[in-house]
C-alpha cells in the first residue's frame, strides 16, 4: 500500500516544528511583528571630568563719578559730560 506524498510532508513538518527551541518564542519582538530585534544595545552617554569653577572676588574695581560742566564755545555754551574714574581694593 502506497502513502500519499501530503501525508509523508505533514509528518516531516511536525517532526521538523516539535524540535524547535522553546526559548526561540521568547525573541519575537513584545509588539507582535514576529521579527526578533537585531538593534545593538544603546551605551550610556560618555561623561566629562567633573569641573569645579572658584571665583574669587576681585580685588580690584572701578568707582566712577560723573557730572555735567559748562564748556564755552565759539558756537556758543555746551553742557558736556565728564567722569572721572579710580581703582578700589574690593
Known sequence: MA???????????VLV???VPRH???QISPLGQGQP???PPVAPPARGRARIEINP???L???CVDWYELQYR??????YPQMRCWWVRG
Request: aromatic fraction near 10%; proline fraction near 9%; avoid cysteine.
Open 74 to 79: 565759539p558756537s556758543g555754551t555746551v553742557l
Open 61 to 63: 574695581y572701578r568707582r
Open 37 to 39: 530585534s537585531f538593534s
Open 24 to 26: 526561540a518564542a521568547a
Open 3 to 13: 502513502i500519499p506524498r501530503f501525508t509523508v510532508m505533514m509528518a516531516v513538518a
Open 17 to 19: 516544528l516539535s524540535g
Open 57 to 59: 572676588r576681585p580685588l
